[in-house]
């Protein structure tokens, strides 16, 4: 099903550009609130790259690890080209779930001051 949805995002990138334009939709959005957060979920580093200089400053890459979860090649461009990215930062999801909010609240504090 990876694979599927991988290749669906390719043929949707292009045919009319939906996966971007839709991110660029939700940043629009964000803008115009009050949050001060906004997670998009992008793999593929070429899309990474082009959101972030769509976005501008400001706009930080975070690859989120699991380690337990991680298994090799899965046989797709998206998941496995993830690695070849230069991240921001990259946080480990490896804990219990009772420390995470901690966890997740000293890692944004480090990396956005």
């Known amino acids: 099903s990876r694979r599927f949805l991988s290749q669906l995002k390719e043929v949707c990138t292009e045919f009319n550009d ?10 629009a959005n964000f803008r115009q609130g009050d949050n001060e957060i906004l997670f998009v979920h ?10 972030r200089q769509a976005a501008g400053e400001g706009c930080k890459a975070v690859l989120v690890r699991r380690p337990a979860q991680e298994r090799g090649l899965l046989g797709n461009r998206s998941d ?18 009772d420390g995470m909010p901690e966890k997740v609240r000293s890692f944004f504090e480090g990396m956005l001051g």
């Open 18 to 27: 939906l996966p971007f334009r839709y991110c660029m939709e939700q940043l």
């Open 42 to 51: 992008i793999r593929e580093p070429e899309e990474i790259d082009r959101f």
């Open 80 to 97: 496995d080209g993830v690695g070849e990215y230069a991240y921001d930062g990259v946080f480990l999801n490896d804990g219990p779930l």
